[in-house]
């Protein structure tokens, strides 16, 4: 199993018109994932999948449960409530300075709904030997029992890197998006990965700013049943600098990179204190977990 895509979710593109939506299109087509309709001003040359001009007609000739969104940011908050509001529960944007307002316009427009909106600034949902939106590459991972959680859609890429030469599978990837406000944040995505048996462990990948790590430590105090392995990045972080996402920005000692190497560790997470350790991290948690469940 898998959370929010596998090879049977009907999806939607929007915005495939330029260049890189009509190539993440065919990457999407050829790894498997089943892109039902395509909502594009310009043409797609190539392909047979079914164009619409609005997400509405889309919705109603070819049914979808998930929607990806190549859009420019001015573009993303109109998209993501008309795919709501005509019922598609699962949105995903990766365009990146959404407006913040556009922003918890969506999202609330997501909770009303019963929906979920993946992003802004997400580098998609990657469920390996199933599907994929946005921009995760096939070669970055194999399917098996790891979920990840990432604010960071380079560093996911790395860390997958390394668990696929250390033989470890991935069961769904999900990019949360770097920005100071997102859609659906890690604890949710934990909730729903609790619930899937092809989970064991989860791999945590965050930054400097924001409240995520400290939300992700609080859900493991309350009870979370799987192991939770993370890796923190921004160490040398100034306050008040941002680094390289809107959200990494450091204001006070709260959200610093060991204030929430502190935090994570006192709520019993397997902070890793660089890239190359996060694999060993992984095996010791996904044996202890084992064996205790074959106890």
Same mark, same amino acid.
């Given at each position: 199993?898998?959370?929010?895509?596998?090879?049977?979710?009907?999806?939607?593109?929007? $915005?495939?018109?330029?260049?890189?939506?009509? !190539? %993440?299109?065919?990457?999407?087509?050829? +790894?498997?994932?089943?892109?039902?309709? *395509?909502?594009?001003?310009?043409?797609?040359?190539?392909?047979?999948?079914?164009?619409?001009?609005?997400?509405?007609?889309?919705?109603?000739?070819?049914?979808? %449960?998930?929607?990806?969104? +190549?859009?420019?940011?001015?573009?993303?908050?109109?998209? =993501?409530?008309?795919?709501?509001?005509?019922?598609?529960?699962?949105?995903?944007?990766?365009?990146?300075? /959404?407006?913040? #307002?556009?922003? /918890?316009?969506?999202?609330?427009?997501?909770?009303?709904?019963?929906? #979920?909106?993946?992003?802004?600034?997400?580098?998609? *949902?990657?469920?390996? $030997?199933?599907?994929?939106?946005?921009?995760?590459?096939?070669?970055?991972?194999?399917?098996?029992? /790891?979920?990840? *959680?990432?604010?960071?859609?380079?560093?996911?890429?790395? @860390?997958? &890197?390394?668990?696929?030469?250390?033989?470890?599978?991935?069961?769904?990837?999900?990019?949360?998006?770097?920005?100071?406000?997102?859609? &659906?944040?890690?604890?949710?995505?934990?909730?729903?990965?609790?619930?899937?048996?092809?989970?064991?462990?989860?791999? !945590?990948?965050?930054?400097?700013?924001?409240?995520?790590?400290?939300?992700?430590?609080?859900?493991?105090?309350?009870? +979370?049943?799987?192991? /939770?392995?993370?890796?923190?990045?921004?160490? @040398?972080?100034?306050?008040? %600098?941002?680094?390289?996402?809107?959200?990494?920005?450091? +204001?006070?000692?709260?959200?610093?990179?060991?204030?929430?190497?502190?935090?994570?560790?006192?709520?019993? @997470?397997?902070? =890793?204190?660089?890239?190359?350790?996060?694999?060993?991290?992984?095996?010791?948690?996904?044996?202890?977990? %084992?064996?205790?469940?074959?106890?």
């Amino acid at each position: 199993m898998t959370i929010l895509l596998d090879r049977a979710t009907p999806v939607i593109v929007h $915005g495939a018109g330029g260049a890189v939506g009509a !190539y %993440q299109v065919q990457k999407m087509l050829d +790894y498997g994932t089943r892109v039902v309709g *395509i909502v594009s001003r310009g043409t797609l040359e190539g392909s047979d999948v079914a164009r619409f001009a609005d997400i509405t007609s889309a919705q109603r000739s070819v049914p979808a %449960q998930l929607l990806v969104s +190549y859009a420019s940011a001015a573009r993303v908050r109109d998209a =993501a409530v008309e795919a709501l509001d005509c019922g598609i529960p699962t949105v995903v944007a990766v365009a990146e300075e /959404v407006p913040f #307002r556009d922003v /918890v316009t969506v999202r609330t427009a997501a909770r009303s709904a019963g929906g #979920r909106f993946i992003g802004p600034n997400t580098n998609g *949902i990657l469920s390996p $030997g199933e599907a994929r939106v946005g921009f995760f590459s096939q070669e970055f991972a194999t399917p098996g029992r /790891v979920g990840m *959680i990432s604010r960071s859609g380079t560093l996911s890429y790395a @860390v997958l &890197t390394e668990l696929k030469q250390r033989g470890l599978g991935v069961s769904t990837a999900v990019g949360i998006g770097g920005g100071l406000v997102r859609g &659906t944040g890690a604890t949710e995505l934990m909730d729903l990965f609790e619930q899937d048996p092809a989970t064991d462990l989860i791999v !945590y990948l965050g930054e400097i700013g924001s409240g995520e790590e400290e939300a992700v430590a609080e859900r493991v105090e309350a009870g +979370y049943t799987k192991p /939770v392995v993370a890796l923190i990045v921004g160490r @040398v972080g100034d306050p008040g %600098q941002a680094m390289g996402h809107a959200g990494a920005v450091v +204001y006070g000692e709260t959200l610093s990179f060991e204030a929430k190497v502190r935090r994570l560790e006192a709520a019993g @997470v397997a902070v =890793a204190r660089h890239l190359g350790e996060i694999a060993e991290r992984v095996e010791e948690r996904a044996s202890a977990w %084992q064996g205790a469940h074959d106890g």
